[in-house]
Nanobody, 115 residues
Framework: QVQLVESGGGLVQAGGSLRLSCAAS????????MGWYRQAPGKQRELVAT???????NYADALKGRFTISRGNAVNTVYLQMNSLKPEVTAVYYC?????????WGQGTQVTVSS
């Protein structure tokens, strides 16, 4: 079993930046994909970005250029740098880990962008 813990959310003004962090409870050496998803009130959870253990990335089209996903030096961490934030990105952001056919979710961290 793997637990994921997110941090770094908060309240920021439009145009500002935030960096989200996610740490898994143990090192993961198998091929895997880590990523960020978000869920706004009344909407379905949707992809933000993913990164494979080999470093390949994938982004939601609307967020390309403003959000950057990266892995930490430790094999069990992933980050999401969010720049030029807009109110419409307000949501709960969830960290995700996929290992083979097993998926794990963090508890979520709230990101609120005020206009």
């Amino acid at each position: 079993q793997v637990q994921l813990v997110e941090s770094g959310g908060g309240l920021v003004q439009a145009g500002g930046s935030l960096r989200l962090s996610c740490a898994a409870s143990r090192s993961i050496f198998r091929i895997n994909v880590m990523g960020w998803y978000r869920q706004a009130p009344g909407k379905q959870r949707e992809l933000v970005a993913t990164i494979t253990s080999g470093g390949s990335t994938n982004y939601a089209d609307a967020l390309k250029g403003r959000f950057t996903i990266s892995r930490g030096n430790a094999v069990n961490t992933v980050y999401l740098q969010m720049n030029s934030l807009k109110p419409e990105v307000t949501a709960v952001y969830y960290c995700n880990l996929e290992i083979g056919n097993r998926g794990y979710w963090g508890q979520g961290t709230q990101v609120t962008v005020s206009s």
